[in-house]
């Protein structure tokens, strides 16, 4: 079996515990205002490797990965579920820590295939990097052009079965950096028992370059980028509403 794979980055540090083989998946159904990564949305795009040769690139710098792993990335892993259960599972079979950072936006608990391949990728998944865009519904999908109810849902389904998460939110200026709406994120936060990690990021226009290049406008022109002041601010937010739950 071969995925469809945009790139590699041999030695990631910002995309799970310690130094990472980082596997960029191509496809995404999401389209975010603020994607740093607009060359992998096309589905069916990309160059086909196959897991033997993704372990190969992650073996050739082994000593680096100690305290490391593989971590699938995108684009949306998701949306090629069976390749990449096919490569976390042979990647735990030599030891290597797997990591998921997903929207979890194609998860869906009422369609018995997709439910039941989800539950087996968990069994070969260490960490979960889960994105959750927006708390409230609409204005997630006026923000990536879908509702977030498969995002919420996915989130519970890894609390459930117990694996690690971290949550990951990135705040754009008056787009996902209401309080109300932060407090209401984490109070969902708050009811979720395997969440590790809570990551609050600031918002940056690193990737415009990239929708010039493609011949896309770019949705967000003119935003500013958020200040790290901000984010701290955000996370302090999220961080009463978790607490609202937990005490």
């Given at each position: 079996?071969?995925?469809?794979?945009r790139?590699?980055?041999?030695?990631?540090t910002?995309?799970?515990?310690?130094?990472?083989?980082?596997?960029f998946?191509?496809?995404?159904?999401?389209?975010?205002?603020?994607?740093?990564?607009?060359?992998?949305?096309k589905?069916?795009?990309?160059?086909?490797?196959?897991?033997?040769?993704?372990?190969e690139?992650?073996?050739?710098?082994?000593?680096?990965?100690?305290?490391?792993?593989?971590?699938?990335?995108?684009?949306?892993?998701?949306?090629q579920?069976?390749?990449?259960?096919?490569?976390?599972?042979?990647?735990?079979?030599?030891?290597?820590?797997?990591c998921?950072?997903t929207?979890?936006?194609?998860?869906?608990?009422?369609?018995s295939?997709?439910l039941?391949?989800?539950?087996?990728?968990?069994?070969?998944?260490?960490?979960?990097?889960?994105?959750?865009?927006?708390?409230d519904?609409?204005?997630?999908?006026?923000?990536?052009?879908?509702?977030?109810?498969?995002v919420?849902d996915?989130?519970?389904?890894?609390?459930?079965?117990?694996?690690?998460?971290?949550?990951?939110?990135v705040?754009v200026?008056?787009?996902?950096?209401e309080?109300?709406?932060?407090?209401a994120?984490g109070?969902?936060?708050?009811?979720?028992?395997?969440v590790?990690t809570l990551?609050?990021?600031?918002?940056?226009?690193?990737?415009?370059?990239?929708?010039?290049?493609?011949?896309?406008?770019?949705?967000?022109?003119?935003?500013?980028?958020?200040?790290q002041?901000?984010?701290?601010?955000?996370?302090e937010?999220?961080l009463?509403g978790?607490?609202?739950?937990?005490?």
């Amino acid at each position: 079996m071969n995925g469809y794979i945009r790139q590699t980055e041999s030695f990631g540090t910002v995309d799970g515990p310690g130094i990472r083989l980082v596997v960029f998946f191509q496809g995404c159904p999401l389209r975010c205002k603020f994607c740093h990564n607009p060359e992998t949305w096309k589905i069916g795009d990309g160059t086909e490797m196959s897991a033997e040769e993704i372990l190969e690139l992650y073996n050739k710098n082994k000593a680096f990965y100690s305290k490391g792993g593989i971590t699938a990335t995108g684009g949306e892993p998701l949306l090629q579920i069976d390749f990449l259960t096919e490569l976390f599972q042979k990647a735990k079979k030599t030891g290597i820590h797997t990591c998921l950072d997903t929207s979890g936006i194609v998860f869906n608990r009422f369609n018995s295939e997709n439910l039941q391949k989800t539950e087996k990728l968990l069994k070969f998944t260490d960490l979960v990097m889960l994105d959750i865009k927006h708390i409230d519904p609409e204005k997630h999908k006026a923000l990536t052009g879908m509702s977030n109810e498969n995002v919420l849902d996915f989130a519970k389904f890894v609390s459930e079965k117990g694996v690690k998460m971290t949550i990951r939110h990135v705040v754009v200026p008056n787009w996902t950096d209401e309080a109300e709406d932060l407090r209401a994120l984490g109070r969902f936060i708050g009811g979720l028992k395997s969440v590790k990690t809570l990551d609050v990021l600031p918002y940056h226009t690193l990737g415009v370059h990239k929708y010039a290049e493609l011949g896309i406008s770019y949705p967000l022109d003119g935003v500013p980028q958020t200040s790290q002041e901000a984010a701290i601010k955000a996370k302090e937010q999220i961080l009463k509403g978790i607490k609202e739950i937990r005490v």
